[in-house]
């Protein structure tokens, strides 16, 4: 089974929209945490936001903010005011464990964003 | 600026081949991990090395092989080098966790290979 799932391989966005990104994560450890990462076309990995397992809160970060339903098992990336420099492929990953020196991550194949003018 | 430097940035081989990618994590990070990026693939764990040591290992072929020095600074070792090897090759760099950390990996822009 897929650890990592990112059911839209597209999106379109009309610029100053939000706009949700899907992910939804599959593990038995108690203990891990979530990440979005943003791909622009240059080809650099730039993150953009955690959530830890035990983080009762929904992490932001800016114009960023991970809608995080444990019981889902789903960490939705939510952009809002979308801009045209959001335009990129965007990863969801996972890390599974506490963080003691493993932070090995696994990616989820990705949503490319295009954010229209 | 990851903090993350990769050499090199390009390279263009011949099928058969071997080649070496270098990484120089983020001053102070002890791990040291591979990905490795192709279109049919995504993004694929290669192996991780924390402080010199062999951590994780992930999909990585027996052709390819990796080390980390004294000084932290990794190499990425692909040989016998096939068409389908062409890929983005990721270097990221963590430290342990010291309380707030949140584990984030630092990429650096990658080599791109291609074999031809």
């Known amino acids: 089974a897929q650890k990592i799932t990112q059911t839209q391989p597209g999106m379109f966005v009309q610029e100053k929209e939000a706009v949700t990104l899907d992910c939804t994560y599959d593990t038995s450890d108690p203990s891990y945490g979530l990440f979005w990462y943003k791909q622009p076309s240059s080809g650099e990995m730039i993150f953009l936001i955690y959530q830890g397992s035990y983080d009762q809160q929904n992490a932001t970060e800016g114009r960023y903010s991970l809608n995080f339903q444990k019981a889902r098992k789903s960490a939705n990336l939510v952009i809002s005011a979308s801009q ?3 335009s990129a492929m965007y990863f969801c990953a996972m890390r599974e464990g506490p963080n003691f020196g493993n932070e ?5 194949t990705g949503t490319r964003l295009t954010i229209i003018p | 600026d990851s903090g993350v430097t990769q050499t090199p940035k390009h390279l263009i081989t011949a099928t058969g081949q071997r080649v ?9 990070d002890l791990s040291v991990y591979w990905y490795q990026q192709s279109l049919d693939q995504g993004l694929q764990f290669l192996i991780q090395y924390y402080n010199g040591e062999e951590r994780a290992k992930g999909n990585i072929l027996e052709r390819f092989s990796a080390q980390q020095f004294p000084d932290l600074h990794s190499e990425l070792n692909l040989s016998s080098l096939e068409l389908g090897d062409s890929a983005l090759y990721f270097c990221a760099s963590s430290y342990r966790a010291r309380g707030g950390n949140t584990g984030e ?9 291609t074999v031809l």
């Open chain 2, 105 to 113: 990996l630092f990429f650096g822009e990658g080599s791109r290979l």
């Open chain 1, 104 to 108: 090995k991550l696994t990616f989820g």
């Open chain 2, 20 to 28: 070496t990618l270098r990484c120089s994590p983020r001053s102070g």
């Open chain 1, 84 to 86: 045209l420099g959001d």
